[in-house]
């Protein structure tokens, strides 16, 4: 997939919240995420991969 450094926050947590819904099954018992989430992560310079966007939603883990 290609790099989505085009989308803004609020499209970023749009699609984040997608996937974490429907495709990674989370269903309702995930809150989506929100564009302040986004934003705070991308200002913190870290990279996301996979893993590290599923621990940010405790539902999808178990924990």
């Known amino acids: 997939m290609p790099a989505q450094s085009g989308l803004d926050d609020e499209a970023v ?3 984040l919240s997608h996937v974490t819904a429907t495709i990674a099954g989370g269903g309702d018992a995930v809150k989506p995420f929100t564009a302040a989430e986004v934003k705070t992560a991308r200002d913190s310079g870290a990279g996301l991969d996979a893993a590290a966007v599923a621990r940010l ?5 178990g924990k």
């Open 13 to 15: 947590a749009a699609v």
């Open 57 to 61: 939603q405790p539902k999808l883990t």
